[in-house]
């Protein structure tokens, strides 16, 4: 839930001087292909030669309900009418091309639209038009079809964003300055952005007070945890708040139509709600609504985003500590291909949700019981979901606006080793390539705060291709040894 559904329109254009009939074929091909593989597509019945086939055009795959295109130059392409279609289009576009066939067919079978994605790009950044194009951008009609295929993650993810309310209860804990970013890229973006006090909060928690539909949010709790059951007496309150927030995103959605999250959840939330939020933002997330912690409005971003690309759980933890060396020694050493700087451990108090733990445990928050609850049985402190992360394979990524308002990014591939942390909260032992580099040299040098949303897979194409066509231009990732970063001592 929470995220749109994409439906695909795919038109073909062609230069007058070239035949038509090759731009057609060509593009009965790919849809061949694609809907035998892939999904459905709509296929235009119109190829757009000039500007009137264009208006015609966009006419039929908007009443079609298409909201992403594929302009497929089937030839060399008129590069005005089909730049056009991308600029009048009211949603996001990607322009591809067709390879040549086949060497017995290089006359009247040529279609030049190698040469012909060279013009569509250049009159695209002539009119400032923002456009998705493979990496590889020409292809057979399975190549092609393999090309949307990627578009796909990508387009519901530029959709969803243009349709995004982040709404946050605040203001951020002391000394997190780090959480707090400037919301004007927000705004850059097509993102809405709600700021609420905790006080807000805390008066419609208050009006949910013997919600009659407590009880069966408890049970769909105890169905979830089972065994992980371990303090009962503090689900009433957290079903109470998973209502209220519920409600809250429903009745203030306003024009938008998703929402997500970025909320406090201490110091004061304990003493005055009575419990802490973070099993119910690990359950929040798992519906497809993420609830970052501290206020992180760039987190809450983030998480939506790794949640449309992946249409899958994620979660948001601190890049928070080292791997002992003995721990290392013991589980790591010679079982897998890591040095031990290539591991960390990603850490947060409760929030993952309990599909992405290999088992969960109803808990209470260890740091915070130390200074409100010290030496005596927790209670205002409960309401933290615990256990190891999944073990497999993950993404860490971030979008970030800087302190003067400019878009960064950073995406890792790794994955989470199959080994008992030993500790507490959600967290799992975390291994990247060229870790400890890419913390230096990203992480650290660029500024990003300890916050990062974790998707479980490799997504780190769609990211990285998310983040480039939201201009992006400083986009991080962990670069191998052979590559040295910029800020890099060449000098070991």
């Not at 090309?147 to 309310?165: D, H, Q, V, Y």
């Not at 890229?185 to 919600?211: C, T």
Request: charged share 25%.
């Amino acid at each position: 839930m929470n995220m749109p559904k994409v439906k695909l329109g795919i038109i073909a254009v062609s230069r007058d001087c070239f035949p038509m009939e090759l731009s057609v074929r060509r593009r009965k091909a790919v849809v061949e292909s694609y809907q035998k593989r892939l999904g459905d597509i709509y296929e235009c019945s119109v190829t757009v030669e000039n500007e009137i086939h264009m208006k015609k055009a966009l006419v039929e795959v908007k009443e079609a309900g298409c909201n992403a295109l594929v302009v497929y130059l089937g030839n060399f392409g008129p590069e005005t009418s089909e730049t056009l279609l991308a600029k009048l289009f009211d949603g996001p576009a990607m322009f591809v091309a067709a390879a040549e066939e086949s060497g017995n067919d290089l006359l009247d079978g040529r279609g030049d639209a190698y040469c012909g994605m060279l013009n569509a790009s250049y009159n695209l950044k002539l009119r400032g038009i923002k456009a998705y194009i493979p990496e590889y951008p020409v292809g057979t009609a399975d190549e092609v079809a393999d090309m949307i295929g990627e578009f796909a993650p990508i387009a519901r993810t530029i959709i969803a964003i243009k349709n995004l309310k982040i709404i946050s209860f605040g203001p951020r804990p002391q000394d997190f300055l780090a959480c707090n970013a400037p919301i004007k890229q927000l705004y850059n973006l097509g993102v809405e952005i709600e700021e609420n006090s905790e006080l807000d909060l805390f008066a419609a928690f208050n009006a949910h007070a013997n919600d009659p539909r407590i009880p069966e949010v408890i049970k769909s709790m105890e169905a979830e945890l089972c065994d992980g059951n371990k303090m009962p007496g503090i689900l009433p309150k957290l079903a109470q708040y998973e209502l209220t927030l519920l409600d809250w995103a429903e009745e203030h959605k306003g024009a938008r139509e998703y929402v997500t999250f970025a909320n406090k959840c201490w110091p004061s939330f304990q003493t005055q709600f009575g419990f802490v939020p973070c099993y119910v933002n690990g359950r929040l997330t798992a519906k497809g609504i993420p609830v970052s912690c501290e206020v992180d409005i760039y987190g809450a971003l983030s998480e939506y985003i790794g949640t449309c690309v992946s249409e899958d759980t994620v979660t948001l933890l601190d890049i928070n500590n080292t791997v002992p060396a003995d721990m290392y020694q013991e589980n790591i050493k010679g079982k897998f291909d890591y040095d031990i700087k290539d591991t960390f451990m990603g850490f947060h108090c409760g929030n993952t949700a309990i599909c992405k733990l290999s088992s969960g445990s109803m808990k209470y928050q260890k740091i915070m019981a130390r200074a409100l609850e010290p030496n005596q049985e927790p209670n205002i402190t409960r309401g933290t979901l615990e256990g190891d992360i999944i073990p497999g394979q993950i993404t860490f990524f971030r979008l970030q606006s800087t302190a003067d308002a400019q878009l960064v990014a950073y995406v890792a591939e790794g994955e989470v080793l199959p080994v008992a942390t030993r500790s507490f909260g959600a967290i799992g032992i975390f291994a990247i390539k060229e870790m400890g580099r890419f913390y230096r040299h990203v992480l650290v040098e660029k500024n990003y705060p300890h916050h990062g949303a974790v998707a479980f897979g490799h997504f780190g194409k769609a990211l990285y291709n998310v983040f480039k066509y939201l201009e992006v231009t400083d986009v991080g990732y962990n670069q191998p040894k052979n590559i040295l970063y910029k800020s890099e001592n060449p000098f070991k």
